[in-house]
């Protein structure tokens, strides 16, 4: 759906609406400011019209940076707007988030890895975006061995540079200290093992579609 050009009436009488520029004016290197008022609807500032989460998420890909305010309580909604925009993608059916990963996500609520879990998905998701071409390099060459394991490789050495990382910031995890230990992780059950075989099969088809042959399949066989 495209943007609606008509100006929103509330618009008029926030006291910051002087200031907003003429529609098509260069963007400001500041976040764009978008207003979710009572009825749900998303009104751009700085265009001067109303937008659709669908908007938004092009505004995402393309590098264009927003803050999303509640128009009545001025409070910080961009998360929820945020996971929104993904809620609406995974129904759409362009699954990012398998469901093993979002089962040990909410299990991880409140527990005491819970602070270093947003760190190390982003340090993670950096890696993967900054190493792509690598390894849409070293699928398109993978012999003898799978898409999977070449993922696996990444995520072994993904791990390794952020503990060496985090013992920087967090000595006493090197010198010992009298901390205890979290609890090691409770082993999976069978149900969810054979819940992430069926992600990792599916993992492999769609990598197996993003190869340069489009239908080239790994010699190494199925992962055991």
Do not use: C, W
Request: cysteine-free; glycine content about 6%.
């Amino acid at each position: 759906m495209g943007r609606m050009t008509k100006t929103d009436p509330a618009a008029k009488t926030d006291p910051a609406a002087k200031d907003m520029p003429e529609k098509g004016a260069p963007m400001a290197s500041e976040p764009v400011a978008i207003k979710k008022y009572a009825n749900r609807r998303l009104y751009h500032t700085g265009s001067s019209e109303y937008v659709t989460l669908e908007d938004l998420a092009r505004m995402v890909k393309a590098g264009e940076d927003f803050v999303v305010s509640d128009a009545k309580t001025g409070e910080d909604i961009t998360r929820s707007v945020l996971a929104q925009i993904i809620f609406e993608q995974e129904n759409k059916g362009q699954n990012l988030l398998p469901v093993t990963f979002m089962r040990q996500l909410i299990r991880l609520y409140g527990d005491s890895m819970q602070a270093l879990v947003p760190q190390y998905l982003d340090f993670s998701l950096d890696s993967l975006i900054n190493n792509q071409q690598k390894l849409r390099e070293q699928f398109s060459q993978a012999l003898g061995q799978t898409p999977f394991a070449i993922l696996e490789e990444q995520t072994r050495k993904n791990m390794a540079v952020f503990a060496n990382a985090l013992r920087m910031l967090t000595p006493f995890a090197i010198t010992g200290s009298t901390t205890p230990e979290p609890p090691a992780a409770e082993p999976a059950r069978p149900d969810e093992i054979s819940e992430m075989k069926r992600e990792m099969d599916r993992m492999r088809e769609r990598l197996e579609r993003l190869s340069p042959s489009g239908s080239a399949k790994p010699s190494g066989g199925q992962p055991s």
